[in-house]
Nanobody, 112 residues
Framework: VQLQASGGGLVQTGGSLRLSCATS????????MAWYRQAPGKERESVAE???????NYAEFVKGRFIISRDNAKEMIHLQMNSLKPEDTGVYYC???????WGQGTQVTVSS
């Protein structure tokens, strides 16, 4: 299984970014997926989750600003990030809990 995250970059406070994670492997639609992030000097933390049925769950600090989605036909997940804040800066990882698979991460930097 491979997870390839993309879409990170440098954006100003209040801006938006859309992250994508392309996956390989079989039966993508059967698996829950998630986005995590890790800020410098901090532990990795959960940002958003989407179940195989499409049910979503968000960390409190991104509720109302981020939207996680999945495209089962393309075997991808996305994270639409709006109203970005400097504290959203970090490396964002896509994650498949079943089997504990992680992507390589994509850097998001929000300037003040």
């Amino acid at each position: 299984v491979q997870l390839q995250a993309s879409g990170g970059g440098l954006v100003q406070t209040g801006g938006s970014l859309r992250l994508s994670c392309a996956t390989s492997g079989s039966f993508f639609s059967l698996y829950d997926m998630a986005w995590y992030r890790q800020a410098p000097g901090k532990e990795r933390e959960s940002v958003a989750e989407i179940s195989s049925s499409g049910r979503t769950n968000y960390a409190e600090f991104v509720k109302g600003r981020f939207i996680i989605s999945r495209d089962n036909a393309k075997e991808m997940i996305h994270l639409q990030m709006n109203s970005l804040k400097p504290e959203d800066t970090g490396v964002y990882y896509c994650h498949r809990p079943f089997g504990n698979w992680w992507g390589q991460g994509t850097q998001v930097t929000v300037s003040s």
